[in-house]
């Protein structure tokens, strides 16, 4: 490598590295689209007033969590256990931004404490399974950005259109993240044996909590628990350095 | 609507501090090799967790989350962009639920 390109690697702009991460973070704002979309339309039938409907998905950023209070509000449920359900539902992300954080080295706390608002499970599934060691934060940055507009505009599309998708087509971008996170596996599996064994026991865990018949897990409990576990087990059996081929 | 302000503040703060503290404490400490590994451990079985078994509901037919699941995989094995893995998966489960 000549001076100039090492010179050029250690400088390149900000700019460079957030449209880096824009383009990284586009799979993610299209498989958003549809559930923000379903979203606005469900709070809208739970009879919660539209600016809330948009409020809510600007300032919570979190799918699942937002689908859950919508339905206790539509139930009637009291804002205390509300917000104690959210907290339940989202702590989860704990385990996620501490995976992110071993790659935000250096950074500072401003940097840190506004990136940390758009840790999801979809883009740490992006910066965690990153070849690299260190991610700039303008990179980072670009990965949330789009994803957090896509979640806004269509809570907000949902709630102006109610339900007039076509279905068939929504239906069918409700497997975007899901294949985004098989695109995102697929390659972490291929190059270690024991990540892959560890995905396995992962799978495993998950299958077993969820049709277990003694308990009725909830989804955000059901990803925490097998998570844990298999990372926990991998850690005590796989103690080898086992080398990305 | 203020009541809702008041419900909205608060699920904002407990989401965003389970994100917001990891990121900023741990960030300064060094991890012992056990909990380097673990933290090593944690995106394949978050992944796995967060795939299975919720892509069996992500569609009207088990049969078409399948196929696109599987297109996905066959996609990234080949190392195509997660672009073009997650268009192409959208496109297939589109296709099969037009055939069933």
Known sequence: ?245 | MNSFIILLTGMALVTYLPRMLPLVILSEIELSPFWKRFMLYIPPAALSALIFPGILQATDSVFAALAGGLTAVLLAYFKFSLLAVVLVSILTVFIFQFLI
């Open chain 1, 1 to 245: 490598m000549s001076d100039k390109t090492i010179i050029e690697k250690q400088s390149r702009p900000g700019k460079y590295h957030f449209q880096r991460g824009l383009r990284d973070g586009l799979p993610v704002a299209i498989g958003y689209l549809p559930i923000a979309v379903t979203f606005g339309v469900i709070s809208r039938t739970a009879g919660l007033p539209s600016l809330a409907a948009v409020l809510m998905s600007l300032l919570v950023f979190a799918g699942a969590s937002q689908f859950v209070a919508v339905e206790l509000i539509a139930a009637g449920a009291a804002f205390p256990g509300i917000v104690a359900t959210t907290f339940f539902v989202n702590l989860r992300h704990i385990l996620m931004s501490a995976t992110v954080s071993e790659k935000l080295p250096g950074l500072s706390r401003g940097w840190l404490a506004m990136l940390a608002f758009g840790i999801t499970d979809e883009s740490f599934s992006l910066l965690a399974t990153d070849r690299r060691h260190r991610l700039p934060a303008f990179y980072v940055l670009g990965v949330i950005l789009l994803p957090y507009l896509a979640w806004t505009a269509g809570s907000a599309a949902g709630v102006v259109l109610g339900g007039q998708l076509p279905g068939m087509l929504e239906s069918s971008m409700e497997i975007a993240l899901y294949a985004m996170f098989l695109g995102l596996i697929v390659p972490e599996i291929k190059s270690s044996s024991s990540k892959l064994k560890v995905a396995l026991i992962a799978l495993a865990l998950s299958s077993l909590i969820s049709w277990n018949p003694l308990h009725n897990i909830s989804q955000g409990w059901r990803i925490t628990l097998s998570t844990v576990g298999a990372a926990f087990l991998g850690a005590v059996i796989f103690t080898g350095d086992d080398k990305d081929e």
